[in-house]
Structure formats: C-alpha cells, structure tokens
C-alpha cells in the first residue's frame, strides 16, 4: 500500500493536518480577537488557498519523496525548518501594509502561534502515519525485494544484521555470489535465503525477481568486483547500497544513511535536490510549450517544404531508450528521404547522402529537433539530458562500454553537455568520448549547469555549430 501510493497518502495526511491547524488558528484568532476584525473573517477559501501553499512547498524541499527505510528525526527536522520558512513568507506577504510596515506586534504573535500550530499538527500527522507504516514493514507489508551481493561470510553478517531490523523494510529475497563456490552448501541459504546466481547473472535476476534494493557486502579481495556489480544494475531501477569499508573506492559519490545504528553507503543518491527538480522540470515545460506555440507558423512552413521534397511523413518517429530503460517513440521533422535505413540501423554522418536538401537546412539550423519539444512536454524528455539512444545502439554499446547504462538514470535531452562538448556521433569512439561528458553531467547535475548548456547550444546554433 505505502509503497505504490505513498506520495498520495503523505499529502493526503498533510492536507488533513493543515485542515487542523487552520481551524484551530480560525478558532484562536476570531475567539481571543488577537486582531482587530470589523466582520467575520473568510474561513473555507483561506484555508484552500493556504493548503495548497504548504503542499507546493513541501514538494519542493522533498517532503514527498519515499520515506523507505529514512529517518523519523530527520524528517521532523525537514518538516520544522520547512514551516518556519514558510511562515516567514506567509508573515512577509500577508502582513505587511502598504508602507511596507508590519501591522503590529499582535500580528507577529499570531504568526507564531500559526506556525506552532501548523508545525504540532503536521509533524503529529507524519508521525502517526510513520508508525503505522513501521508496524506495516515489521509484518511484511510493504517491504522490497532485495539482493545481498557479496562474499559468503560477509553476506552472512550482512543478512543477519538485516534482519535484526524489519523496518528497514528490506525483505531479502536472496544472494549472488561473487566467486564460483567451493562447496553446495553455505553461505546464505542456512539462513532461508537462495542462491540465485553470479554476478553475471545479476542483471537478470533484478529483473525475473523485481529486485528494488541491491545490497553489497565484499570482502578485500573483492574489491575490484565492485564496478562490476555497478555497471550489472546501471539503467535498472534499483538502490544500491555497501557497507560502509568500501567508501574509498567510491569517494565523492556516496551518501551515508544509517537508521538504528546500521550504516549503509547509497552508490546511487539523488542526483537533484527536489526543488531543482521541480524547477527544471517547470522550465521543459514553459519552454517546450512557449515554442511551439510561438512558432507554430515556421513549423508548418516547414512541413509543407519537407512534403513538397520527399514522399514519407513530415514527422519522422523512431523508437529510443529513455529513463529507467522505458522506450518511447522519439520526434522528428523528417530529414531523410523516406526508407532511408530500410537496410537496418547505421551510424549518421556528416555528410551522410541519405539527408534530403531542406533536411540539410533543417540540421544545420538544429529544427529538426523542434517535435522533439512534444516528447518534452509528455515527460518522456528534458531540455538538457544526455541523448536517447535506440535499442539496438544500446545493447552494443553496453557489452562494448560497461558504464553506458548509467545514462539511463536521468531523462533523455534535446540538447546536453555531450553535444555541447563534442562533435557528432560517428563511430563506437565518439560515442565512448560522449560517455564521458554524459557521466560528468549526470554527477553534476544542477539548474545552473542546465542553464550553461541552453546558453552554450544557443551559441552554438547561432552560428551554425554543435551537434
């Protein structure tokens, strides 16, 4: 239950709070006549135009974000700084009079009352709803699948230590081994867990079993099986954790998380704080849709001098790899003459004689992308983003390039660090050289370096440059 549909149950429970608290400081304010009132204030619309602040905010800072296996202080402390701030903005916005004066001290003591009230009834209503999701974990409910990758000794301890704390959430659904066995019996399947394979099995494994939490226990020795394990679980959807004397391999990647006094290394953190997530995702879509409506007379110019050219559709789709591995049809305004690839996928090129006349001028000036903005706007794609590449180029590349997967953590974009930097995929070596930038922008993802990259391909485009 809580899995599936815990943002909705959190804001559910956040709503309800706020509904509280507003009515408790209704009843404060018009009762004590803190504030001097000629009529009976408003109560139901204040409090829906309210609610749907704190939710917006909270949304922003990550307060939506999956509790799984988090910690309840840390969450209480998110929710106190959360509301002060809030209320400052609140206080800043409402009472203030036209000199730009506070109204009084009763109106900065209402504030605080508020904000005692708004912070008692949510944090009591997030800790409610935690405990009854930690008795939901202890009795199974709820829990992930999870693998504990390691040596025998080491997963036994791992295991044990797992288990001592249900709610964690982590049901562990069996263990891949690192090295071929020396015996049939030992290691973790003494303690009702299976052996499921090596790891080159693991791939497979995450996918058959519906793994969600990949645990990683490695002796010394083991140590150079770690970016091997890694690259196994790029592009799935799954948390990868270590314990914590691995942490010198991976520095500058990592994030320690320890409830109960049990630490554990996230490989994988989030790549974005919330609100920048939010932000970015914010700006796809003014932008995407500010262009294609703004230009809407170009981009059926160009249809019809794509039609009067070359029989075939004005809009080309071709299926590409997105985020987690999702496939979707990616758009384009056709630049090829109509079955260019009917010999099978190939390598674009410069000067490739499959680009049709207007589709020379349509790449040159980068508006062959422009439908593109439509993938943009259903999610599927981001302004900035490494390119999605198609299946076929993806399965390649991951035997040839055991980090490529990793692109797949993030969405897809139109433009990105890669096209910025480097010149058009040619060969398995561009591609291996675009990897690299790829990489760097997924571990340094920000607004500020999105910004940089739009700024960068506008130049680019202006004068007639970039890929």
């Given at each position: 239950m809580f899995t599936t549909h815990e943002k909705p149950i959190l804001m559910l429970t956040d709503v309800l709070s706020l509904a509280v608290a507003w009515t408790v400081y209704y009843l404060v304010r018009v009762q004590t006549r803190l504030l001097p009132v000629s009529a009976q204030p408003d109560f139901l619309m204040p409090m829906v135009v309210i609610s749907l602040f704190w939710v917006l905010l909270f949304l922003l800072v990550g307060l939506y974000r999956p509790w799984y296996a988090a910690s309840r202080f840390d969450e209480l402390l998110l929710v106190f700084k959360t509301t002060l701030i809030g209320c400052l903005i609140i206080f800043f916005v409402i009472f203030m009079d036209d000199e730009g004066t506070t109204v009084g001290t009763s109106s900065r003591m209402l504030m605080v009352l508020y904000w005692v009230i708004v912070l008692a009834c949510v944090g009591s209503g997030r800790l409610l709803l935690r405990s009854v999701q930690r008795r939901m974990l202890i009795a199974g409910i709820g829990t992930h699948n999870t693998l504990i990758v390691g040596s025998p000794a080491r997963s036994r301890e791992l295991f044990d230590q797992v288990s001592?704390?249900?709610?964690?959430?982590?049901?562990?659904?069996?263990?891949?081994?690192?090295?071929?066995?020396?015996?049939?019996?030992?290691?973790?399947?003494?303690?009702?867990?299976?052996?499921?394979?090596?790891?080159?099995?693991?791939?497979?494994?995450?996918?058959?079993?519906?793994?969600?939490?990949?645990?990683?226990?490695?002796?010394?020795?083991?140590?150079?099986?770690?970016?091997?394990?890694?690259?196994?679980?790029?592009?799935?959807?799954?948390?990868?954790?270590?314990?914590?004397?691995?942490?010198?391999?991976?520095?500058?990647?990592?994030?320690?998380?320890?409830?109960?006094?049990?630490?554990?290394?996230d490989?994988?953190?989030?790549?974005?704080?919330?609100?920048?997530?939010?932000?970015?995702?914010?700006?796809?879509?003014?932008?995407?849709?500010?262009?294609?409506v703004v230009g809407l007379p170009l981009w059926a110019l160009l249809s019809v001098a794509i039609k009067l050219e070359s029989r075939g559709p004005v809009i080309y789709k071709?299926?590409?790899?997105?985020?987690?591995?999702?496939?979707?049809?990616?758009?384009?305004?056709?630049?090829?003459?109509?079955?260019a690839e009917k010999a099978g996928p190939q390598w674009a090129h410069r000067r490739d004689p499959r680009i049709t006349r207007v589709g020379y001028l349509l790449r040159k000036l980068h508006f062959d992308e422009i439908p593109q903005l439509w993938n943009v706007l259903r999610g599927q794609m981001s302004l900035v983003g490494p390119r999605p590449e198609r299946p076929v180029f993806i399965e390649q590349l991951t035997s040839e390039i055991p980090m490529y997967p990793r692109r797949l953590k993030v969405r897809p974009g139109i433009t990105g660090w890669a096209q910025v930097k480097h010149k058009y995929d040619e060969s398995i070596d561009d591609v291996r050289k675009k990897v690299q930038y790829d990489l760097f922008y997924i571990e340094n993802m920000s607004l500020r370096m999105d910004f940089k990259i739009l700024l960068s391909t506008a130049y680019h485009v202006l004068r007639g440059r970039g890929h």
């Open positions: 001592k704390y249900p709610a964690l959430g982590y049901r562990v659904d069996g263990y891949v081994r690192v090295e071929k066995p020396e015996r049939k019996k030992g290691g973790l399947w003494d303690r009702g867990a299976e052996v499921l394979g090596g790891i080159e099995d693991l791939s497979t494994i995450i996918k058959r079993r519906n793994i969600r939490e990949v645990l990683i226990a490695l002796d010394s020795k083991d140590h150079n099986r770690l970016l091997e394990i890694i690259s196994a679980c790029n592009g799935q959807p799954v948390g990868l954790k270590i314990v914590p004397d691995l942490y010198d391999i991976i520095s500058g990647q990592a994030r320690t998380n320890q409830i109960y006094g049990f630490p554990l290394i490989i994988s953190p989030q790549l974005m704080p919330p609100w920048e997530e939010t932000a970015k995702r914010t700006l796809d879509v003014l932008v995407s849709a500010v262009v294609i071709q299926e590409r790899v997105g985020k987690d591995g999702v496939r979707f049809n990616i758009l384009k305004f056709r630049s090829m003459y109509h079955d």
